[in-house]
């Protein structure tokens, strides 16, 4: 595939995602910090649909090979490491990368000044440690590019199936509670 057309292809996708996650709220603050507090499902209704049709998407086109992936290695501490930060950042200021993204395209000044700034200023921190943390600290828990399915020894469609229902069983559970 050429790659000006991948390009382009993204940024339709992400387009559409933003406008997505406008229209569901998930960039207002409200909402999210309703999620935070455990008042409002709304994001987390969001993103596990997100998940949902996005497990099965690529799945489908793997199997019908559009797609090849290429899951990346990692580590216990990328992961934890990786969470805390991205917590304190969403606890702080009431948005992740995503809903910055989408609130600053709807004009809220707090996303643009705060969240905006709080990005450049995180990954700049963190391109600068990278070089002192890649070989130490990122190293510790190293599992690899496994998978679920290869780590249970099964097909894909062997996982996806029943963690489809768990998950449509979850939305459907969050949507009858109304949270």
Not at 24 to 31: E, F, K, L, M, S
Not at 147 to 171: A, E, F, N, Q, Y
């Amino acid at each position: 595939m050429d790659r000006k057309y991948q390009l382009v292809q993204g940024l339709l996708f992400g387009i559409l995602f933003g406008f997505l996650l406008q229209k569901g709220g998930a960039t207002r603050y409200d909402v999210i910090i309703g999620q935070l507090l455990l008042d409002d499902f709304t994001v987390v209704k969001i993103m596990l649909s997100a998940v949902l049709t996005g497990m099965i998407g690529v799945h489908c086109m793997k199997r019908l090979g559009w797609v090849k992936l290429n899951p990346k290695s990692g580590s216990w501490s990328q992961n934890v490491l990786g969470g805390l930060v991205f917590g304190a950042g969403f606890a702080l200021l009431g948005y992740c990368p995503g809903t910055i993204a989408g609130a600053i395209g709807n004009g809220f000044l707090d996303a643009l000044a705060g969240g905006l700034t709080g990005i450049l200023l995180g990954s700049g921190i963190f391109a600068a440690l990278y070089p002192r943390l890649k070989d130490g600290i990122l190293k510790w828990g190293y599992y690899g590019d496994v998978t679920l399915p290869r780590l249970l020894k099964v097909g894909d469609w062997t996982v996806i199936v029943p963690l489809s229902v768990l998950l449509g069983l979850m939305l459907l559970l969050l949507e009858r509670a109304g949270i």
